[in-house]
């Protein structure tokens, strides 16, 4: 479009010095205009179509050029509104005789919305509505366009109806509480949640989170009195709205009460109120979910979620110019079956204080207990990266598990709870007889400086932390973000390293000083240098394999992909567990030598008596902590290998399609993909000059051969996993998904389809890193 001019100089009215174009500052205040324009008003000036000129000025570009003029650049071209476009042009959804949308005074005015007096099925209606806006906004959308769309919430206080009134001021406290949860985990990304709409809306009335539940609890006993006097065919719909404050009621609890936790005396107690407050939550879902269709529906056609109390369009004008005009906000059943998924979710977060009770429990026991004490923290890890898995893009059910542990950790173990909660860690891991309060060795002051500048420094690193704080942002920028997590890894293997040898140093100066105890607990001392390999090898994995979950890889590269870890990470992982085992086991049967030593050793009388006492076990079992961790972790190496074999032998049969050769350059992709693991010095990073070498060497074999090989190691899979006792879920789906691939497997080696050069479907629906091939 272009404005018609009334000066019949144009030269002069478009002058460059009235356009500014000297002064950055003067073009900007230009551009802005000097005065408000009346946003009711339409343009009154006359305009010419150039459509036919605009098409003709287009057609002397290239693709790809662009055209840019003083006061039109590339930033003014990416913050254009699409005109005619619903979804960026505002005044679509208008048209002239359009009247502006109303305020929640207009709207009174106009007798558009009803302030008291309102029907159980307008109350049901309403009240759906707004969950269905609180949804919305949990998923990512403005609060303004959204939740604020609700005329009544603008206003409550002016709201006669008292059910309406208490709602709507629960809901306005919902927010600031939701936001408060969310800041304070500090695990949200600006693709997952917007924390910020209109401020002035919420601030118009004072938050009182603490008299909500009372206020809501009142209206309900008012209501459910009310039911009792009318008879039974009329009162369903009034208790239908009773059960939607009590729902309310009972979410504000749980979720007010997670952002209490921080200064709660007993974790214990608070999670115990939360837990519930959600029981109660998620039984009265199902009563309510049935009773939908007895509100008010929303009109065909219409963007708003009720027919009365809310304006879709209020905020138009109010946003940014880029900012998306399109939002579709939840149907009712949907919302509904969200917050039932999402009350489930809180049940289990609910979950992590009993871990961290456990665990802190178990801290005290003897070294035997180590085991089960690197159990539970391994499954504290797992716990984290599963629930992670399961709360996909609901900001609020991370936030939540965040806020719980956090808080759980520091009501048990004050401003000191990541050097104990690392301290605690270690010992679990592999028990070191430095960190046995009852040993003898722990007393030495020069063995607890060196302690204790190790955890320090663990602590400004900020590593573990970290690690556990990463689990509750969304997938993707999980991956980026212990991308960088992993590099923080070499600095604390050296010093490990460092703390080791001065241990087994120090050992060695207890033995020339006579001191066998001492020198024994710190002799081969190998247990801090372990444990950070361990988890270093451990976020390796977890970075390497969630590239399937995000769908990252080409097929093509599902190779090198699965022979990193089938060639160097499970193995080492397999390693750090077995050397652990090894040490435990040792200090088991020095322990027991020091036991029959002192029984020697006692004298006669009371002594008899004691040794008694004393007498060891016949045939005494030895632990072995780590068995199931191993065998596991045997089951990933062999379902690694059976895929990188599968990869290769399918490659070679040429069922694999390969990007063109002068599109594609194998080496940087390998670099990009390996690219966290190379500033670590353990394991040292692996070029693709050794990765190529490796693979030509194994192409070498017949694609019959290569076929057999992959069954091979399925089969080895199916075996390991079967001698697993008491299986989970996910090692059922591990040995489906191996038993399926060695039966492809063993048919491909056969010759099935060779004339026949299709790439096969790769199935992850069963587990996320590990599909089942599918010939077509």
Known sequence: MERESSSNNEQDEWSASECGFNDPEVQRVMRGGSAAEDITQYPIHGWVDVTQEFHEACAELLPGELAQDMLFGLFEAMSAIEIMDPKMDVGMGFDKFDLPPPSFEAAVAMGAIKLDALEPAELIGIFDALFACLVSWLEGNSMDQVLFTCLYLHAPSQIQDKALRVFCIAVRNLIVVIKNIIILAAVNEEEDFQLYGNSALLAAEKAQPATIAGQLKDVEDELVRKCKKLPPAEDQNLMAVVHRLRFMRHLFQAIYQVELMASAESAEEAVNEI?????VASELLPLIKRTIERGTQPVEGSEAPNPMGFSPRIHDRSQPPTFPRSIKIRERPASYQFLEEMVARFKYACKVIRHKDYYSALVSSSWLSSGILFYLSCLLQNFFIEYSRKSGHCILSRSVLQNLFSSSI???HGKQSMKRFLRHSVQAFNSPPVLNLKHPVASDPKVQQHLETFFRYCINMNTFNQFIRLCGFNRARQRDKLAHLIENFDPLQVDAVRLDSLMNQMANERAMEGNELHATALKHSTHFSTWVLYNCFRAMLIYLMSGFELELYAVHEFLYIYWYPYEFLVGFLVSALTRTENILLAQEEYAEHQSKMQVNGGGGGAGGKSRKAAKPKKNKKQQRPYRQEIIYYHALLSLCGGMYKAMGALTKDGRVRLPMSKFDNEE???????????????????????FKSIRDHMMLCSVEELYSMAAKHFDQARNVLESIQNPEQEILDLLQIART????????????QKEVKRQPEFDFSKHSYFPIMKLK
């Open 275 to 279: 837990y519930k407050n959600l029981n």
């Open 410 to 412: 520091r009501v048990a």
């Open 668 to 690: 940087i992709r390998y670099n990009r993909r390996f690219a966290p693991f190379v500033p670590l010095t353990s394991p040292p990073p692996v070029s693709y000059v050794e």
């Open 741 to 752: 691939n060695f039966v492809v497997m063993n048919v491909l080696a056969r010759g099935h």
